[in-house]
């Protein structure tokens, strides 16, 4: 391939000819397979795509690539999941949306108790994206892709005419294997504690950081990570979990409001035990944001049976990606706070948290003693000026 | 000194509150001019910690709240024209004109840049993809930000730029004050001064207020603590029956404030007749624009024959804003309230930016 022709991918790379199997070949494959010795060097697609080469082992399995679908030999219990990636900018400290894409879908699998084994790649990429930018891209999904030890096993790659895309959009799907099965949010209930497997914000801090019209440099890494390891120790420890869940976007206070409608709960949660990060927190009180409400992408939110809190706690703290886990709060009953402090009907600050329209709450209590309700992020984040 | 955790330590605000308690004979009305105040009063719980000591009343020092529809329609339409890029700051984005707001303009596809620092338009202004075009700056703010956007001109200046507009919006804190003070009917027995605005303009601007007013006047800074110490030299001023106004906020403000920042504005600026304040209406003497000199880089001028035919925003009759901003009534007095008027379908002023009385109410219910 000329180098200085193709420095940028052009239409032509998506058009499903020479160009299109020479971009697969150079960068994705090389990138995906190449290194590890997964395949031979793909270099000319074409001549070698009759010699079934392309192989990889994936879980015992030889799965055959560039096939029109991967065929795969699936355990009894999956769990299957998909997510779109779009981040900007691309590339961020502490990770790109390759990393990220693999660390997204791995996450849902490892929350819901599935070993990830398979994994699909769709790029949607912009005319003019630099071919050494999707070259690290690639570099990234296949090194995290690595740390799970879960498969790129079959892929698509488009490209859309400059302006119709922001760079690059990622998505991609998962298979799992259920190794633990039985979590799910409809399993929380009263008595449970939560708890968090680390700093919360920082992924959001560090991305928005480098965003136009606010590009501050602050010393923030994304906490962007693959957590089935972690969450692998904590089903293996035998500790009884009611759910889990990755904090993504919306934060942490997303994470405990799904959790508090789904499951018909109130959440207490004490501000004070929220490990956050201060470079985080001074961004935030900067911007008027709200450290939890800022995205997160490799935290994972525990509700555990009280018993077990401790124990959680301590395999957490062991663990490299849990090693700041906290214990920040409990889980009451439907409209419990209400039950102990208030009669029915009671509002507060205008609107009725009795009935339908508040169900499942999640009170944040303060250092001073006030409790408030921490709610969903709504609407774009926008910095405010003074 | 951390300036972060030490000015919220936990013991040393149960000390304040309960010395602020031990003090107050009867509940006092406080009003917190700035939108920050507000804010940090409602997330730390602050009015329910001095609940029936002190009643925080909050006042019209949200510069993005207090915008009126017709310069939020200006914008729009400015936006509109051909070749133009429209930068606002980020709270601006959402708030509601007459019929639309920059966010959902850019959605239509009109260039409408959210910047940070007015510096942001120098990249934009010289960047090569906007040869040709005209960049109109939204600037917004109290006295805390008019100096940056004085900063800005001068750089455009500097640099010989000639393709940035400038539509004006700037605003005074004093003014709206004495309005609200001039109209009689008002409970207030203090103000917590803003912090920020104060250390371009130093204390001097409040004088009016023990003077004329009688009240008592308190700059404070906006963390926890800060707040407090604010409010126990107003109930201490007030026990006293000696008004003044004094700073409560020594590690940043001057009482002869930034003599460079008040230099540079007064170099780009001057006072208008009168500024349309949402929820006020016309307020003499309480808005700024450019010096004629500098008409060429005031949008309005260039502009003005199509803001011409721009009608006067209508506000909903229901909505409380202007009373809230007038410290006559609270958030939750609105029948709009969390209901048709919310964070995500603002319809008052006060809920539109996140520094308003409404979004924080909304945001940090408190109990």
Same mark, same amino acid.
């Given at each position: %391939?000329?180098?200085?022709?193709?420095?940028?991918?052009?239409?032509?790379?998506?058009?499903?000819?020479?160009?299109?199997?020479?971009?697969?070949?150079?960068?994705?494959?090389?990138?995906?397979?190449?290194?590890?010795?997964?395949? =031979?060097?793909?270099?000319?697609?074409?001549?070698?795509?009759?010699?079934?080469?392309?192989?990889?082992?994936?879980?015992?399995?030889?799965?055959?690539?560039?096939?029109?679908?991967?065929?795969?030999?699936?355990?009894?219990?999956?769990?299957?999941?998909?997510?779109?990636?779009?981040?900007?900018?691309?590339?961020?400290?502490?990770? =790109?949306?390759?990393?990220?894409?693999?660390?997204?879908?791995?996450? =849902?699998?490892?929350?819901?108790?599935?070993?990830?084994?398979?994994?699909?790649?769709?790029?949607?990429?912009?005319?003019?994206?630099?071919?050494?930018?999707?070259?690290?891209?690639?570099?990234?999904?296949?090194?995290?892709?690595?740390?799970?030890?879960?498969?790129?096993?079959?892929?698509?790659?488009?490209?859309?005419?400059?302006?119709?895309?922001?760079?690059?959009?990622?998505?991609?799907?998962?298979?799992?294997?259920?190794?633990?099965?039985?979590?799910?949010?409809?399993?929380?209930?009263?008595?449970?504690?939560?708890?968090?497997?680390?700093?919360?914000?920082?992924?959001?801090?560090?991305?928005?950081?480098?965003?136009?019209?606010?590009? %501050?440099?602050?010393?923030?890494?994304?906490?962007?990570?693959?957590?089935?390891?972690?969450?692998?120790?904590?089903?293996?420890?035998?500790?009884?979990?009611?759910?889990?869940?990755?904090?993504?976007?919306?934060?942490?206070?997303?994470?405990?409001?799904?959790?508090? %409608?789904?499951?018909?709960?109130?959440?207490?949660?004490?501000? =004070?035990?929220?490990?956050?990060?201060?470079?985080?927190?001074?961004?935030?009180?900067?911007?008027?944001?709200?450290?939890?409400?800022?995205?997160?992408?490799?935290?994972?939110?525990?509700?555990?049976?009280?018993?077990?809190?401790?124990?959680?706690?301590?395999?957490?703290?062991?663990?490299?990606?849990?090693?700041?886990?906290?214990?920040?709060?409990?889980?009451?009953?439907?409209?419990?706070?209400?039950?102990?402090?208030?009669?029915?009907?009671?509002?507060?600050?205008?609107?009725?948290?009795?009935?339908?329209?508040?169900?499942?709450?999640?009170?944040?209590?303060?250092?001073?003693?006030?409790?408030?309700?921490?709610?969903?992020?709504?609407?774009?984040?926008?910095?405010?000026?003074? | 000194?951390?300036?972060?955790?030490?000015?919220?330590?936990?013991?040393?605000?149960?000390?304040?509150?309960?010395?602020?308690?031990?003090?107050?004979?009867?509940?006092? #009305?406080?009003?917190?001019?700035?939108?920050?105040?507000?804010?940090?009063?409602?997330?730390?719980?602050? #009015?329910?910690?001095?609940?029936?000591?002190?009643?925080?009343?909050?006042?019209?020092?949200?510069?993005?709240?207090?915008?009126?529809?017709?310069?939020?329609?200006?914008?729009?339409?400015?936006?509109?024209?051909?070749?133009?890029?429209?930068?606002?700051?980020?709270?601006?984005?959402?708030?509601?004109?007459?019929?639309?707001?920059?966010?959902?303009?850019?959605?239509?596809?009109?260039?409408?840049?959210?910047?940070?620092?007015?510096?942001?338009?120098?990249?934009?202004?010289?960047?090569?993809?906007?040869?040709?075009?005209?960049?109109?700056?939204?600037?917004?703010?109290?006295?805390?930000?008019?100096?940056?956007?004085?900063?800005?001109?001068?750089?455009?200046?500097?640099?010989?730029?000639?393709?940035?507009?400038?539509?004006?919006?700037?605003?005074?804190?004093?003014?709206?004050?004495?309005?609200?003070?001039?109209?009689?009917?008002?409970?207030?027995?203090?103000?917590?001064?803003?912090?920020?605005?104060?250390?371009?303009?130093?204390?001097?601007?409040?004088?009016?207020?023990?003077?004329?007013?009688?009240?008592?006047?308190?700059?404070?800074?906006?963390?926890?603590?800060?707040?407090?110490?604010?409010?126990?030299?107003?109930?201490?001023?007030?026990?006293?029956?000696?008004?003044?106004?004094?700073?409560?906020?020594?590690?940043?403000?001057?009482?002869?404030?930034?003599?460079?920042?008040?230099?540079?504005?007064?170099?780009?600026?001057?006072?208008?007749?009168?500024?349309?304040?949402?929820?006020?209406? #016309?307020?003499?003497?309480?808005?700024?624009?450019?010096?004629?000199?500098?008409?060429?880089?005031?949008?309005?001028?260039?502009?003005?024959?199509?803001?011409?035919?721009?009608?006067?925003?209508?506000? #909903?009759?229901?909505?409380?804003?202007?009373?809230?901003?007038?410290?006559?009534?609270?958030?939750?007095?609105?029948?709009?309230?969390?209901?048709?008027?919310?964070?995500?379908?603002?319809?008052?002023?006060?809920?539109?930016?996140?520094?308003?009385?409404?979004?924080?109410?909304?945001?940090?219910?408190?109990?």
């Amino acid at each position: %391939m000329n180098k200085k022709k193709y420095e940028r991918i052009q239409l032509s790379h998506g058009g499903g000819g020479k160009e299109t199997s020479e971009l697969i070949g150079r960068i994705i494959f090389n990138g995906l397979y190449g290194q590890n010795g997964r395949s =031979d060097d793909l270099y000319d697609l074409h001549k070698r795509r009759n010699n079934n080469n392309f192989t990889v082992n994936a879980s015992g399995q030889k799965i055959k690539l560039l096939e029109d679908a991967a065929v795969l030999k699936s355990p009894q219990n999956i769990a299957f999941t998909t997510d779109s990636f779009t981040v900007s900018p691309v590339f961020f400290k502490g990770g =790109d949306i390759g990393k990220l894409s693999v660390a997204g879908t791995v996450n =849902d699998l490892s929350v819901m108790g599935a070993k990830p084994l398979f994994l699909s790649l769709g790029l949607i990429i912009e005319e003019g994206f630099a071919s050494e930018d999707l070259r690290k891209i690639i570099e990234s999904i296949s090194e995290e892709a690595d740390k799970t030890g879960v498969i790129v096993v079959t892929g698509d790659t488009k490209v859309v005419p400059a302006g119709k895309a922001d760079g690059i959009f990622i998505n991609t799907s998962g298979i799992g294997e259920i190794l633990h099965d039985g979590l799910s949010v409809y399993n929380i209930a009263a008595g449970d504690i939560i708890i968090v497997s680390g700093n919360v914000g920082d992924h959001g801090a560090a991305v928005m950081s480098l965003r136009e019209g606010i590009e %501050m440099d602050v010393e923030i890494e994304s906490d962007c990570a693959s957590l089935w390891d972690m969450i692998e120790t904590i089903l293996k420890g035998g500790i009884g979990v009611s759910a889990i869940r990755d904090a993504t976007r919306g934060g942490l206070a997303a994470v405990l409001n799904e959790w508090a %409608m789904a499951a018909g709960v109130d959440i207490y949660v004490e501000e =004070d035990k929220i490990p956050v990060n201060d470079s985080v927190r001074g961004f935030c009180e900067l911007l008027g944001f709200e450290p939890y409400q800022l995205a997160c992408e490799g935290r994972a939110v525990f509700a555990v049976k009280p018993e077990f809190a401790e124990k959680a706690l301590n395999i957490l703290k062991s663990h490299p990606l849990g090693k700041d886990a906290k214990i920040i709060g409990t889980v009451g009953g439907n409209n419990s706070f209400e039950a102990e402090t208030r009669g029915a009907g009671q509002t507060v600050g205008g609107r009725n948290i009795k009935g339908t329209e508040l169900k499942g709450k999640v009170v944040l209590k303060g250092i001073y003693g006030v409790n408030r309700l921490l709610d969903y992020p709504s609407g774009e984040l926008l910095p405010r000026i003074c | 000194m951390e300036l972060y955790s030490d000015f919220k330590i936990k013991e040393d605000i149960s000390r304040l509150a309960s010395i602020i308690g031990s003090e107050v004979k009867k509940p006092f #009305n406080i009003m917190e001019i700035c939108g920050g105040h507000t804010h940090s009063i409602m997330k730390y719980g602050l #009015n329910t910690l001095l609940k029936d000591k002190i009643n925080f009343l909050h006042g019209p020092g949200c510069p993005v709240c207090v915008m009126p529809l017709k310069r939020i329609d200006e914008a729009i339409e400015i936006a509109d024209s051909p070749d133009v890029i429209l930068a606002a700051y980020g709270d601006m984005m959402r708030v509601p004109g007459t019929d639309s707001s920059l966010i959902k303009e850019r959605a239509k596809g009109k260039d409408v840049r959210m910047i940070y620092s007015p510096l942001d338009i120098i990249k934009i202004a010289e960047d090569k993809n906007n040869k040709g075009k005209k960049i109109v700056f939204f600037a917004i703010g109290f006295e805390t930000t008019t100096p940056m956007t004085a900063a800005l001109i001068e750089e455009v200046i500097a640099r010989r730029i000639n393709n940035v507009l400038f539509h004006v919006n700037h605003v005074l804190v004093p003014p709206p004050i004495n309005a609200i003070l001039d109209s009689g009917d008002n409970l207030i027995d203090g103000f917590i001064c803003p912090g920020h605005v104060s250390v371009m303009t130093g204390s001097g601007i409040y004088e009016d207020i023990p003077l004329k007013y009688k009240k008592a006047a308190v700059i404070a800074g906006f963390e926890p603590y800060d707040i407090l110490s604010g409010a126990l030299l107003i109930v201490r001023q007030i026990n006293e029956g000696r008004p003044a106004v004094e700073i409560a906020y020594k590690r940043a403000v001057k009482e002869g404030g930034n003599k460079k920042a008040q230099g540079l504005v007064d170099k780009y600026f001057t006072v208008r007749e009168e500024f349309e304040w949402r929820g006020f209406g #016309n307020i003499p003497k309480s808005g700024l624009k450019l010096r004629d000199e500098f008409k060429d880089f005031d949008a309005e001028y260039v502009f003005r024959d199509k803001l011409k035919e721009l009608p006067g925003g209508k506000e #909903n009759a229901a909505c409380k804003c202007g009373e809230i901003l007038k410290g006559k009534c609270k958030p939750d007095d609105c029948p709009l309230f969390g209901k048709a008027c919310n964070p995500e379908n603002p319809i008052g002023a006060c809920m539109v930016s996140f520094e308003g009385a409404c979004a924080a109410y909304y945001k940090y219910r408190n109990f």
